[in-house]
Structures are given as C-alpha cells and as structure tokens.
C-alpha cells in the first residue's frame, strides 16, 4: 500500500510537469504568433486569400492558440487604465451602430475594435519582459521593410497611385507614409538601445541612413503629413545624441549633413507634383495648407454641436455633412470623411466616445512618468507621432496605434529578464 502511495504521487507530479511544459508551449506559439502578426500589418492588404488577408488567418491562429492556452488558467491580466476605456469606446461604438445607424452592419462595424482589445489583451497577458515587446517592435520595423521595399519596386516600375505618388496595394499614401514613420523611429530605438555598433559614429550614421530611407519613402508617398511627423523622429534623434553631441559644432554639422540628406531624397524620388505638395507647407504656411480640410473639421463641430451627448452615429458622417459641404467645401469632390479622428468620434458618437477615447489618450500619457530619460523620449515621440496622425487622417480605426498603445502599457509593466 505504500508503495502505491508513492506511485501515485509521483505521477500526479510527473502529469502537472507534463501540463507545465504544454502550457509553456502553447505560450511560446502565442507569443511567436503575435510577433507573425504584427510583422503582416504594414503590409498586411496585399496578399489575399479569397476576401481574406493572410494577417487576418494568422490573427485568428492566434485567437485559438491563445484561448487554448488560457483553458488551464483563465483569469487574464490587463491594463486598467488602457483596457477599461478601450472596451467602453468599443461599446459605444457596437450601440451606436446598432440603435443610430443599422443593427446589420453592428459585427461588421465593431469587428476591428473587437480585433484590436483581443490582440491588445494577448500582447499584456503573455508578455513578461521588455525584451519581447522589443521583439515586437522588430517584428513591425520587419514589415514596414518589406512595405518599404514594395514602394520602391512600385516606384522603379512607375506603379502610380495618383499624381506621381506612389502606395502600395488599396494602403493610401498618408496611412503608408504614417507607417513608414513610426518604423524609422522604432528602428532608430532599438539600435540605440541594443547597442549592436561598437562604433559610435557607425550607430550615428546608420541612424542617419534611416532617416534617409524614411524620407526617401515618404518623397514618394507624397505624403505632407508624413513629413511633419519625420520632424518628430528627427528631433527624437538629437534630442537622445545631445549627450554624445556636446560640442556645438558636431552638433551643426550633424544637424546639416541630415536636412541634407531629407533635401537630396525629395529632389531624387519625388515627383515635381509632389515636390511642389512640400514646397506649399513652407510658402504658402500651414492654414494655407489646411483650408479645405478646416471646412470639413468645422462642418464636424456643427453636428457635434447639433448632437453633443451621442452624436449621429458612427459611420455617418459622410451622408449627413454632405448637403452642407457641397455648398462650402472648395474642392472638386465631396469628401466623406473627416481626416480627423477627433471630429469623427465627435460628431459621429459625441460626448460617449470622447470621453473613453481621451482617457485612452490620457492613460498613455501618464504612465511616461516612470521610464527611463532614453525609454521615455521614444514613447513621447511615439505617442507625438500618433497624436498628429489621429488629427489628419482616419487612423481610429486601424490597428498599429492601438498596438503601440498597448505595447507601451506593457513595457511599462515587464521585467528586464524573460521568463519562459
């Protein structure tokens, strides 16, 4: 008999292992999963598979590796301050579908924000270290390569979006150039911070080359806005070379060799059309600039004015400005959509989603207090970037600011060492 106690004991000990060693498998694929995914989003509309992208076949991979790996302990860790404001905006928008606009169109409506919670979830309940959230960012400055490398063979090929500017798939030329900026910056990041270039000046030119490629890049995006947020990477730079860059005459130098170069790219790859985009931000100013777009922002204000608690509904905000824009807009064509997230959520779901969309805003903002000078530089400049970007075109409902969002919250709370 005592022996059998034994024996039992030992295979309860020898079956837990087993389930151990499962479960950190099933862990290890999740986390490889989501460094898959998030490596397809830059370029993530162009291989299909029936109306299927093929991130979204990994995405959902993912979905189902990790919720089988959850089945053993269900109870899931997430960011308060960046979780609960995301789940009530996503509901506003799901009631707002539902009850303003068409109950049919709710899933379809909700399914990107439901996509981004789930992966925003994954990423802050499986990663322990700021060494994977770092893999992350390689794995998105991976992608936003290989969109990069798309957009120049599109470019050699004289593959044209519209006006000499140059995209790649259905990705529009802002929405790319916002992209292909957030990559250079994250790339500029991880260099300094692993410190693979014994050299100090080889790590200040390569970061320097990749300043170059971003604006390269940009040039052929055609992209205005992608520009005045390269000027946050650029500035991100000198202000983490300061130290390095002590005497002032590196420092002009430095300074001088850069703008060179961004000058030299727009020469070389830009189409004169969009040469001249560029050219109109310094002669002809920024309100200049903005015109036809203060139009549509003011046109946003009124419905939120006419609906300030729920707005019109989301989606709706090309049908119900268009009587009034086709008097007052000053283009050739009635646009049907805000190019600002702010007046979108606005006008289209009112006080109800401002108010969880700013506290998400917010709750990134508050946690920089706590990192490191360098760690902070790069999330202020990250969360910069994302600010202008919401303000000029429709990224509410795309996946890489929230992703950035979500990946900030959890270098926040990660150790320095992995644990398998």
Not at 295 to 322: R, S, Y
Request: charged share 10%.
């Amino acid at each position: 008999m005592e022996h059998n106690g034994e024996s039992q004991v030992e295979t309860g000990i020898y079956n837990c292992g087993i389930s151990s060693v499962l479960a950190m498998r099933l862990r290890q694929i999740v986390i490889a999963l989501t460094y898959i995914f998030i490596f397809s989003l830059p370029w993530r509309s162009l291989i299909l598979i029936g109306p299927i992208s093929i991130s979204e076949i990994v995405g959902m991979g993912l979905a189902i590796a990790f919720i089988i790996y959850r089945l053993r302990e269900p109870f899931l860790s997430f960011s308060p301050s960046f979780h609960v404001p995301l789940v009530a905006f996503t509901g506003v928008v799901i009631a707002s579908t539902y009850w303003s606009v068409n109950p049919k169109r709710t899933f379809s409506y909700a399914i990107p924000f439901l996509s981004i919670f789930v992966l925003s979830i994954i990423i802050y309940d499986v990663y322990d270290s700021k060494v994977q959230v770092q893999y992350a960012i390689t794995s998105f400055v991976a992608g936003v390569g290989v969109s990069i490398t798309i957009l120049v063979f599109n470019f050699l090929t004289q593959r044209t979006w519209i006006a000499g500017r140059y995209s790649i798939g259905s990705i529009s030329g802002n929405v790319l150039a916002g992209l292909i900026v957030i990559g250079v910056l994250s790339c500029i990041f991880l260099i300094q911070t692993s410190r693979i270039f014994s050299n100090e000046w080889i790590e200040k030119g390569t970061n320097g080359l990749l300043i170059f490629v971003g604006a390269m890049a940009v040039s052929l995006t055609g992209s205005r806005a992608g520009f005045v947020t390269l000027t946050i990477v650029i500035a991100y730079f000198f202000v983490c070379e300061k130290r390095n860059l002590n005497r002032s005459r590196y420092t002009i130098v430095f300074a001088v060799a850069v703008f060179s170069m961004i000058f030299l790219s727009i020469t070389l790859f830009a189409s004169q059309q969009t040469a001249e985009r560029f050219a109109s931000i310094i002669t002809d100013g920024i309100n200049d600039n903005l015109k036809y777009r203060i139009v549509i922002w003011k046109t946003g204000f009124a419905e939120f004015q006419n609906n300030p608690l729920i707005g019109n509904g989301w989606g709706t905000f090309g049908p119900v400005t268009e009587a009034t824009l086709s008097q007052t807009y000053p283009g050739d064509f009635i646009p049907q959509r805000a190019h600002n997230a702010f007046v979108t959520i606005a006008s289209e779901l009112g006080i109800a989603g401002l108010l969880p969309f700013a506290l998400l805003l917010l709750g990134c903002g508050e946690i920089l207090r706590g990192f490191s000078v360098h760690e902070g530089f790069f999330w202020l400049a990250i969360l910069l970037v994302l600010l202008f970007l919401l303000s000029v075109d429709i990224w509410v409902t795309m996946t890489t600011p929230y992703l950035f969002m979500a990946l900030l919250h959890t270098y926040k709370n990660s150790t320095e060492i992995s644990c398998p």
